[in-house]
Structures are given as C-alpha cells and as structure tokens.
C-alpha cells in the first residue's frame, strides 16, 4: 500500500495557472535527477518517490535497495551507470522521474537522457559544493535548453555551508539564481530547509529585487510603485524565468533525513511543467535506452514527443524500416504498467522495435523539441578501444556474438572482430567493468580486457597503384580494375575520383557514373578500414585509373570483391603512417592554482595556446594527446585542489612522435584471394 502523499507548500501552488501553463490533471513531468557523484543524486530521487507515494519505504545506496539502481555493479560500487525511470503522481502531475548517471565515463549516457527532458534538479552538495561534473552537466542542461532547479542537498552534514555553496554557484555556474529559502543549523542532525514566505513583505522585496534582475517589466512595475510585487506576480514571473532558463530556483535539504523534499517537489511541479504535446500529430518519439526483455525481446525505453503509440501499430523505424509493437507500458507510481497504448508528453517501454537503436527516432511526426542552437545535441564519440578476450577460450565465440547484440542496441559500441578476440571503443576503466558484469550477469560470460590505447588512423605518406587487369590468371572475378592511392589534407576523409573513361565502366549495373562512384565509395569501407598497422586509413584520395569488364558481367558483388583486393594492395604500395588522436582542451582552475596546473600539462606535453584570468578562475586553452587527457584529469585534482575542470574533444589527428610508440592494432585481416600486380611506391 503506498503512503499518502503530502501536500504542496503553499507558497508554490501547482494549480495556480500562473505558473503551470495548463490546467490541472493535463500535465506530465518528465524530470531528470543529475549530480557530480556522491552528491546524494540516488538518495534524493528515493526521497522524492517516498514524499510522492510511490514506494513505502526509502532504499539506501549503500545497502543496495535503491529502486532506480537495479545493476549488480551499480550496487556494488554505489553509483548510477544506466538511466531508470520511476514515476509519481502529485495534485494533478504525473512525474516521471529519470535518474542519470553522474560519473564522466557515461557522459553519453547522460546525455541521451537528458534530451528527453522537460526539466532537470541538478543536485549538489552543501560541503563539496560546485564540482567538476557539477559543470560539465549544468553546461550540457543548457546546451539542450532545458530549466534547471538546483537543490543544494546534505545540509545536515559536518561543514555543510549553503551560503558558501550558493557564491560558489553564481562564480562558476550562473549569476541567475533564485534562492527560495535559507537554512537554520546548517552542518547539524536538526538542519533545516526554510521556505521564503512569499506574502512576507521583507521576504517579497528579497524575491522581487532577485527576479527584478532578470525581468524588465518586473523591474519597471517595481521602481514606479516603489514597492515590491505581490505572491501572484512574482509566482508568475519566477515561472516563465525558470521555464525560459533565464533563472535557476535554489532549494535546499536533505534527502537523507527528508528536509526540503516537499517544498522541492512543490516547486519543482509548479514551475517546471510544460503542455503536453499534440496527441493527434504524427508520431514522434525518441528511443533513449534499450534493454533486453526477460523474454529476451528489445525493450525500448522511448519518450513520445507527439501523437500516440499504441499495440499492433506499424512504425518507422527511419529510412525504409519498420517495426510493429507488440506491448507498451507506461510507467506509473509502483513501475511500468501494461496499457493498450502511449500518448505524447508520456515515457514508455515498448515491445516488438527490433531494429531499433539508441538515440533512433520512431515515427514521421515532427513534433521533436529541437536542442538549443537547433541542433540535437552530438555525442562525443569514445577516443578510446579495448581488446575483449574470453578467459575461456572455447567461449571466444559466444563473447563476440553478445559483443554483436550490445553493439546492434548501442552506436557508441563499435564492434571490430579480429581473431581470438574482438575490439570495441571505450570511455573509460569503468565503463569496462560494466561491459564486464553485464556479459557475466546476462550471457554467463567471464571477460578480460587488453591492449587499451587511444583510437589512432593511419595515412597514406606516399602514392602507391595498383591492378587487377581482367581475365588475369589469378583472377577470380569478371572485373578489372585500377586504382592508385595517396595522401589526401588532413580532415579531408575519403575522397573518389573516377578518372577512367565512363566507356570502360559497368554502367548496365549501376545506371550512370554517380551511380557508380556512390557505390565505389561505399566499397571502401572495407578496404580502409584497416592499414598495413590496423587501423582505419583516412584522409586518402583514391582514384580509378582503370576498369574493364564484359557484358553482361560483372555482378555488383565482382566489383565489390575485386575493388577490395586492388584498394588494399595499393595502400599497401603507398605506404602509411600512423597518427594519434589530439583533442582541443579547455582548463578552469582557481587563479592561485595556475602555476601548479601549467607544470601539470608540462609533464603531459600539453600545448597551451592561450590564458585567461576571470576574478578568482583561470582558463587555459590549448591542445593535448587523447592518450593523456584522463592521466591529466587525474592529476588536477591535487594540482587545483579538487577545484579544477578539464573539458575536452577531439581535434585533429598527427603522426605519432619518433619517440613515442603505437603497437599494431590487433591481428590484421586477411587480404583474401588473388593476385595484384602494382607499382613500387612513389615518395609523398
């Protein structure tokens, strides 16, 4: 039986319709709970749900019985590292309630989630304040556009300073923010949240010179009545700031023992709703996590944007797939029900989407929440690849056949196959350790990892040609075909020319000469996809000096196989080098840390480009090998005193330093059959 729920504080009345934009039992609340780790993220989402009648009983992290965290390894480690959904209801608002990871090896997780918000508690702590995920996360929130509440939790700890924290947030996050409250006995077990009273005329000249700040209309109404603003005007205008992101809410409490829960869901539902979507639109939903069924079915985790999905529909899967659903639930306080259907605003696991991805849009509808700047937001792709080997041999394939279905659900998972084990992209250690239990806990599959290292190309450094000339002994195929290779700008990718005369090409098979060269240039994805050293080659221009053939051959699939043989041998001939991974960083310390921070990217031969100093922060801009980016995150923990922040993406590639060494990737593929006759290699 669940437990009742409390009532709203006053101050904050959801069914004001100042400050909900509709009108009541018609809103929804998809609501994302993030945090730096440790900050109290999975304590305050068993909080909200315990104060919201959705569960009995509050579970504690460390004693692993958190609703949310359902991973043995999240369990044992005590952190979030796949998005959950749980749900509430409260005065007319239905709150799912989306708990994210807050470690930096998900930081893709996290963002597929939080684009399928409508508002977000960023959570910190009231000792640790502002840390370096604190940032990377209220940057991604508004990246996305979505409003942000920031609850300031564990005001009941040793050294707990709300004030402290609060400066901390307007230096280094935002100067928008809207405190909602102060706190008695900060740093003691009797600790307490307490609300503004709105109706106070003390309290309301504080609120209306805060919003006054941010808000034309109100400053102006404020100077000519020389008076602060009533309860309703300043409800009304904190909503519309809040909504726009124009201004944070700041409440304070502790999930542990309960205080500001209330008043935060209060709040929360008042000002952070928004209208549902049109439920008679097309569809539009996006898949935002993927799980296997106990069934072993796909289960999609999908938040619709508009229209309704419903069992038996056929959908779009994107392009010219489809898929027909098979079940839907919807989640409600107690966890996902089944229902006949799900309608826009609404999030839902769903049965029958095999195919689908995540990340992957269902439907043709176009009632997407474009991100700010009009643009989804990208994700950063993982600079890192690992080899995974069964410590059973016999197991190897097994290992790569689950490999393949975690691939097929996530993009970010590239999957390379190689003998005796098999190669994917990684995040980071721990990242490793979840692949790890997931493999052991779902396909009974013990794992070790191996060779990690940065993710590195190879270029051509010189001009190599190549044929393979048709009715060649040695040739199996009924194609001929030329080609010569050679290094192409940097960040050019791959580029095709079809230099040999359009007589000589197999035009009965492809239609005209664009039909041709597009299905070239889809034929060398395999050939480049590894170098003489393994990896992909890039930035090459391949250009096809030759091609013979007699009707009514060749089949698509003889040009296919011979441009394979010709393209591999020719980068062959070319010769390669092999470049490494360089992102562009950007650094934020305390100005007093500055020198300690410079030694540090010394000793990982960082190339600071430019220095600047805002009040008590300093940024330092530059470039640095991806290979060192964590080892320097390490380090600046003790270099700015836990105060520091690295962001970081990839930049551009360069040939590996003489002093330096990049073993081969892996066991290369075998190049298959036939002979190709070429040139020797031409100096680049």
């Not at 700890?157 to 709300?162: F, T, V, Y």
């Amino acid at each position: 039986m669940h437990r009742p729920h409390s009532p709203v504080p006053a101050h904050l009345d959801p069914h004001d319709s100042a400050t909900t934009g509709g009108p009541p039992g018609a809103r929804r609340l998809n609501l994302g709970v993030v945090a730096h780790v440790d900050a109290g993220k999975t304590s305050l989402t068993e909080a909200l749900l315990h104060v919201g009648g959705a569960i009995d009983q509050v579970g504690r992290v460390d004693d692993g019985t958190t609703q949310t965290d359902t991973l043995s390894l999240e369990r044992r480690r005590g952190i979030t590292i796949r998005s959950a959904v749980a749900a509430f209801a409260i005065d007319g608002v239905a709150v799912n309630l989306v708990d994210t990871p807050g470690h930096p090896d998900f930081i893709a997780e996290v963002d597929r989630s939080l684009a399928v918000l409508d508002g977000a508690i960023l959570v910190l702590s009231a000792v640790e304040g502002v840390q370096a995920q604190t940032i990377v996360l209220y940057r991604a929130l508004r990246r996305l556009g979505i409003p942000v509440v920031f609850f300031v939790n564990k005001i009941d700890r040793a050294g707990a300073d709300p004030d402290a924290v609060v400066e901390r947030m307007r230096s280094r996050l935002s100067p928008a923010l809207v405190p909602l409250g102060r706190v008695r006995d900060p740093g003691t077990a009797a600790a307490e949240a307490v609300p503004w009273a709105w109706e106070d005329p003390v309290e309301a000249e504080r609120l209306t010179e805060l919003l006054a700040d941010h808000d034309e209309d109100l400053l102006a109404q404020w100077l000519a009545r020389d008076r602060p603003a009533g309860p309703g005007r300043l409800r009304a205008v904190l909503g519309r700031l809040t909504r726009a992101g124009a201004a944070h809410p700041v409440l304070f409490g502790s999930a542990r023992t309960g205080a500001g829960v209330r008043t935060l869901i209060g709040s929360v539902t008042a000002l952070l709703p928004v209208p549902p979507g049109d439920e008679q639109a097309p569809l539009a939903a996006q898949v935002f996590k993927v799980e296997r069924a106990p069934g072993g079915q796909r289960a999609c985790t999908v938040r619709l944007r508009a229209g309704t999905l419903g069992v038996r529909d056929r959908v779009p899967l994107g392009g010219d797939r489809t898929a027909a659903v098979t079940a839907v639930e919807v989640f409600e306080p107690g966890g996902p029900v089944p229902r006949p259907r799900a309608t826009a605003g609404q999030i839902a696991r769903v049965l029958g989407l095999d195919g689908a991805r995540i990340g992957d849009w269902i439907g043709d509808g176009t009632g997407r929440r474009p991100a700010a700047g009009g643009g989804a937001a990208a994700l950063p792709e993982p600079g890192f690849e690992t080899r995974v080997v069964a410590r059973d041999p016999a197991r190897q394939g097994e290992a790569h056949q689950a490999l393949t279905e975690l691939a097929d659900i996530d993009p970010l998972i590239a999957l390379r196959p190689e003998r005796g084990a098999a190669r994917i992209r990684i995040y980071g250690e721990v990242q490793q350790e979840v692949l790890a239990d997931t493999l052991a806990a779902d396909y009974g599959i013990d794992v070790d990892f191996r060779d990690t290292g940065v993710v590195c190309v190879e270029r051509p450094s010189g001009t190599g040609a190549a044929a393979l000339r048709l009715g060649e002994p040695g040739h199996p195929y009924e194609y001929g075909l030329a080609v010569t290779v050679e290094p192409n700008a940097p960040g050019s990718g791959v580029e095709l020319v079809v230099a040999a005369h359009r007589s000589t090409l197999p035009l009965h098979v492809y239609g005209n000469v664009a039909g041709y060269r597009a299905a070239l240039l889809a034929y060398l994805d395999e050939p480049l996809a590894a170098g003489p050293h393994g990896w992909r080659v890039a930035d090459v221009r391949v250009t096809v000096t030759g091609s013979d053939y007699v009707a009514p051959s060749p089949r698509a699939v003889e040009v296919r196989l011979t441009t394979g043989l010709v393209v591999r041998e020719a980068v062959g001939r070319a010769g390669t080098v092999v470049c490494e991974p360089v992102d562009r960083f950007t650094l934020e310390a305390p100005a007093d840390d500055l020198s300690a921070v410079l030694a540090l990217l010394g000793r990982h031969g960082a190339v600071p480009e430019e220095m600047r100093t805002t009040g008590p922060v300093a940024v330092v801009t530059g470039t640095l090998r991806t290979a060192d980016v964590q080892a320097v995150r390490a380090g600046l923990h003790g270099a700015a005193h836990g105060e520091g922040l690295l962001e970081s993406a990839h930049d551009h590639y360069r040939p590996v330093r003489a002093t330096g060494h990049v073993p081969p990737r892996g066991n290369v593929q075998p190049r298959g059959n036939g002979t190709v006759r070429g040139s020797k290699r031409q100096p680049g």
